[in-house]
């Protein structure tokens, strides 16, 4: 069993529902900006980070507003541990945000908040947020 401990994050973000959904579930958008490249294949994406590759099988997901993977590691461990980045919409201002959901170890926690603030910064950046 696994010792990891979950957090999340949220981000504001200026896009449409539409755009910030293609980033976050298909191939091309994820590959914009959480890899550098993404796979798939049945509901396994592969991600690849400077040549290393990291395989998510892809729980859920609803059109506009989330998707849920979980690392092939957790799986093979049986751990219930996932990712999950979700679009929340205030209902009064129509204002977007991201909101991360993640596991890390408890002495990881730091460096995996920074490693997502630093993937939602290249989000923005490459939706012009």
């Known amino acids: 069993m696994s010792d990891k401990v979950q957090f999340q994050m949220e981000f504001e973000v200026k896009s449409s529902t539409h755009i910030l959904y293609n980033m976050i579930k298909t191939p091309s958008g994820l590959s914009e ?17 400077d040549g290393s590759e990291e395989v998510a099988k ?14 092939e590691e957790d799986v093979e461990e049986g751990n219930k541990n996932f990712f999950e980045i979700k679009i929340k919409i205030d209902e009064l201002t129509n204002d977007k945000a991201i909101i991360i959901t993640d596991f890390a170890e408890e002495d990881e926690i730091e460096e995996a908040k920074l490693f997502w603030q630093n993937q ?8 012009g947020s």
Not at 36 to 49: A, E, G, Q
Not at 58 to 71: A, D, I, P, T
Not at 120 to 127: F, G, N, Q, R, T
């Open 58 to 71: 892809l729980l859920n997901s609803k059109k506009g507003e989330y998707v849920r993977f979980q690392w």
């Open 33 to 49: 900006w959480f890899a550098d490249d993404v796979n798939v294949k049945d509901d396994n994406y592969t991600f690849i980070w």
């Open 120 to 127: 939602i910064s290249e989000l923005k950046m490459v939706i």
